[in-house]
Every structure is written in structure tokens, then in C-alpha cells.
Nanobody
Framework: QVQLVESGGGLAQPGGSLRLSCAAS????????MSWARQAPGKGLEWVSG????????YYADSVKGRFTISRDNAKNTVYLQMNSLKPEDTALYYC??????????????WGQGTQVTVSS
């Protein structure tokens, strides 16, 4: 069955960096777009970034543009989120999600369990 396992979260200082990873299994990873979303305490789910199945195209929410970079390694069935210049408002539970086709970065059918990112001094 489809499994998405996030890792790499933790505590970072403002201005610091973290790299999230999402290991996928149970489907043909290279055939599906992947995305990251987050949910801050007391807030709704926010889409953060998405990448096409072949890695050719990426998208970012305005709130993270220029600071976060999404990438994927189809040989390792893994999608990454490099987060730089972190801000306290980036504190959230971060999820990776599987798109429904090669380009769908906004509609998902599977989610991981999430990894917590806390940005605080």
C-alpha cells in the first residue's frame, strides 16, 4: 500500500535551516507529482510547495517563495523540502502528499503522518 514517511523536522532558530525528506513506497513514485503542506497550531492546512513527477516544474506558496526549495530523487523515491531563512511563523506540522497524476500538485490522494518543525530562539 501507499506509504509516505516524513523526516527531518525539529527545532531551528530563526534564520536557520532544515531539510525535510519524504520517503515514498507502494506506488510508481516517478509517475506522480508530490507536494508539501503544513498546519500550524490552531490554523488550517496550508499548501507549501509542489513538484511535477519528472521534477521539471516547481511551485511555491508566496509565504515561502525564495526561502524554500522542493526537489525529488526518483531513483530514491524521495521528495525533499529545503527550508532556509526560517521564521517563527514557519512553525507547523509538515506533511508530504501524493498527487493524483504527473502534474497535479494541488489535489492529493495520500498523505504522510507529518514531521514537526518548530522555529524558536
Amino acid at each position: 500500500q501507499v506509504q509516505l514517511v516524513e523526516s527531518g523536522g525539529g527545532l531551528a532558530q530563526p534564520g536557520g535551516s532544515l531539510r525535510l525528506s519524504c520517503a515514498a513506497s507502494g506506488f510508481t513514485f516517478s509517475s506522480y507529482a508530490m507536494s508539501w503542506a503544513r498546519q500550524a497550531p490552531g490554523k488550517g492546512l496550508e499548501w507549501v510547495s509542489g513538484i511535477y513527477s519528472d521534477g521539471s516544474t516547481t511551485y511555491y506558496a508566496d509565504s515561502v517563495k525564495g526561502r524554500f526549495t522542493i526537489s525529488r530523487d526518483n531513483a530514491k523515491n524521495t521528495v525533499y523540502l529545503q527550508m532556509n531563512s526560517l521564521k517563527p511563523e514557519d512553525t507547523a506540522l509538515y506533511y508530504c502528499a501524493k498527487g493524483r497524476n504527473v502534474v497535479d500538485v494541488y489535489d492529493y490522494d495520500y498523505w504522510g503522518q507529518g514531521t514537526q518543525v518548530t522555529v524558536s530562539s
